[in-house]
């Protein structure tokens, strides 16, 4: 983490307040010190203002006349994205595993060493930090509610939409390029919306799904009798967009000779239903979309350079998600809010592991492909959060390394169980439930093995730091 861990530290002992001190701002922590739990709380609720002003409290609540338990609510009450580590000489069991389902993050049993508290601090302060991201996703989201459905916080996008809106007015053909899935059709919706034709009827269609007869009648209609079994005569999507805006998406799916007939439509305002020899009078704006180099596509005589310079006069490129890394946190939210809701599915957040995946990959199939693999997450979710585990194969490694990292060999028995539950831990998002759920393990079990392998590496780092 490049800002320090802000910290605070509640203990009544003096002493034991300033060694813990110590040890903290050597690890290069910010620490506040409080005496005791009720000092603790009082510098907290006079901070309210402020939901993310730590991100751990340490606690040693010995010598404390207050409820340990009262002391974790009120701390999860005014300080919500904070993780609670207690320190304590003697606990049962049974305490501890009750504080962690309250939401304490770590008990730590004196006496406690400088390595031990470092590496629970360093592990508390991640979780932290990817709780007050998402909390900030959420604001963020809140802000952007009913000015787009387009979810972006890249510079580049917010520009385009700026651009968009202050065209949206003008009654102008537009086109709009880019790939698949970046999301096309949602900025046609707001170029409409943003118009003085939003009262009227936007009508999309998909030029790519007909064929050329077919698409003949679906835009211009037919007139009765025009074909056999044409009982009355019906109106096309040119005469439906009447007064609104009529989207054409994937336009040079469009055969040369459906381009003319456009062409004509655009440029003379007027069209002929299939079969009908009078024209008639339509008032629409042309939207069109492409996913392929659409000048290209002219230079090369597959897409008619008039008809180009007609739908161009204005034009919106839609870079692909991959340019656009930062907005996945923010769209993985505003997903994952939409469908737990669609879906009536209690999950309101993902765990850091399962973030780091999706924001590590490369989304060839773009937006599209993000909001199918966080619909699939929720539908599997077991919890109230999307783990590691819940995210396609092809974007997750199942299983850890059976070979050491360092010397390439093979690694024992007790390495590698000690390797699989620190790696089931972090694909359960450190929810300490739901990895004994996982490992077929009770609480106390995984607390005790956990407590070892921590010593285990406390111990061998503390050897490496004398040897050095």
């Not at 010190?33 to 751990?56: E, N, T």
């Not at 060493?113 to 996703?137: C, D, F, I, W, Y």
């Not at 056999?228 to 109106?235: L, P």
């Not at 974007?395 to 010397?407: E, I």
């Amino acid at each position: 983490m490049s800002d320090p861990v802000r910290i605070l530290v509640a203990d009544r002992d003096k002493v034991a307040l300033q060694n813990l001190e110590h040890v903290l701002l050597k690890g290069g922590c910010h620490v506040t010190k409080a005496a005791g739990g009720a000092a603790a709380l009082k510098h907290l609720d006079d901070q309210a203002g402020d939901p993310a002003l730590f991100d751990v409290i340490l606690a040693d609540m010995g010598l404390d006349p207050m409820d340990e338990s009262h002391f974790l609510h009120q701390c999860l009450r005014l300080q919500p994205t904070a993780e609670l580590i207690f320190i304590s000489d003697k606990v049962s069991v049974t305490s501890v595993v009750d504080a962690i389902r309250q939401g304490a993050f770590q008990y730590l049993i004196k006496p406690v060493r400088p390595n031990e508290l470092r590496q629970a601090v360093t592990l508390a302060a991640e979780n932290s930090r990817h709780k007050q991201m998402q909390q900030g996703m959420r604001q963020s989201l809140s802000a952007q509610q009913g000015s787009s459905p387009l979810i972006t916080c890249n510079p580049g996008m917010l520009r385009l939409l700026e651009q968009a809106r202050r065209v949206a007015e003008m009654d102008l053909p537009i086109l709009i390029t880019g790939e698949t899935g970046t999301g096309k059709e949602i900025l046609a919706r707001i170029l409409h919306d943003h118009s003085n034709r939003s009262q009227q009827p936007f009508v999309a269609v998909n030029c790519g799904a007909f064929n050329e007869e077919l698409l003949a009648n679906e835009l211009f209609g037919h007139g009765r009798e025009a074909f056999t079994g044409a009982m009355q005569g019906r109106k096309g999507l040119v005469e439906t967009a009447h007064g609104g805006t009529l989207f054409l998406d994937e336009i040079t799916e469009m055969s040369l000779s459906m381009q003319v007939k456009l062409l004509r439509v655009i440029q003379e305002k007027e069209l002929r239903r299939l079969g009908v020899t009078s024209t008639v009078t339509v008032d629409v704006r042309f939207l069109a979309a492409t996913n392929r180099p659409i000048q290209q596509e002219v230079e090369e005589g597959r897409f008619r350079r008039d008809l180009y310079y007609r739908l161009n006069v204005i034009d919106f490129l839609l870079p692909p998600l991959s340019e656009r890394h930062g907005d996945i946190p923010l769209l993985v939210q505003h997903f994952l809010e939409k469908h737990a809701k669609l879906t009536n599915r209690a999950v309101s957040g993902i765990s850091k592991s399962a973030m780091d995946v999706l924001t590590q990959h490369t989304y060839p199939g773009n937006v599209r492909e993000l909001e199918n693999i966080v619909q699939r997450a929720v539908a599997f979710a077991s919890g109230s959060q999307v783990m590691e585990a819940d995210l396609p194969d092809y974007l997750v490694k199942r299983s850890p390394h059976f070979v050491s990292d360092g010397d390439n060999r093979l690694l024992t028995l007790e390495e590698m169980e000690r390797q699989y539950i620190l790696w089931v831990c972090k694909q359960a998002g450190n929810n300490q439930t739901t990895a004994a759920k996982i490992l077929g393990l009770d609480r106390v079990s995984l607390w005790r093995r956990l407590k070892k392998i921590q010593s285990t590496a406390v111990e061998a780092a503390e050897s490496t730091e004398k040897a050095s």
